[in-house]
C-alpha cells in the first residue's frame, strides 16, 4: 500500500501540469498529471503536497485545498491511496523539474492530452467544484475498468 498526493496549481483557466518524460521505469511516462509524489515517513497529505510542490517546482503553496482521496487499484501495482488538492496561491521562483517538463494548460485542453482515463474523472469533480469525494479507480494494465465515487459505480469505456 502506497501513500501519495497530487496538487494542481491553478492560475485563472489553467492548470500547471508536469509532463512526464524524464525518470526511467516511470509508470506515468508520456502522462499529463498534476505535481506530486509518495508520503516520507512522519507525514500527513498537507506536509506532502507542500514538500513535493516545493520540490518538483520550486514553489511554495500558501492557499491550498484537500479536495478528495483517489484509490487506485490496478493487477500490476500495489493499491495507491492519492490525496488530492488544488492550490490557488504560492511564492517563490519556478525551478526546471527533473520529473519532467512542467506547463501552464489551458482546462479546455486538457482532455486533449494522454491522461490516464480516472484522471479525467477526477478533474471534472474538480471543475465542478465537487465537495470532498472519495474516488475508487480499478485499473487492469493501463485499462480502466472500474470507478467508484462515493461508493456509486460510475460507466466506464464509453
Known sequence: MINTTLCYLEHGDSYLMLHRTKKKNDLNHDKWIGVGGKFEDKESPEDCALRETREETGLTLTSYR?????????????????HLFT???????????????????KKTDLLGLPLWEGDKIFLR??????????????????????????????????
Open 66 to 82: 484537500y479536495r478528495g482521496l483517489v484509490t487506485f487499484v490496478s493487477n500490476e501495482a500495489a493499491t495507491e491511496y492519492m
Open 87 to 105: 492550490a490557488t496561491a504560492w511564492t517563490g521562483t519556478p525551478i526546471v523539474c527533473d520529473e519532467g517538463e512542467l506547463a501552464w494548460i
Open 125 to 158: 469533480l474538480l471543475e465542478e467544484e465537487a465537495p470532498f469525494f472519495s474516488l475508487k479507480l480499478r485499473y487492469e494494465g493501463d485499462h480502466l475498468v472500474e470507478a467508484v465515487l462515493n461508493g456509486t459505480a460510475l460507466r466506464v469505456g464509453e
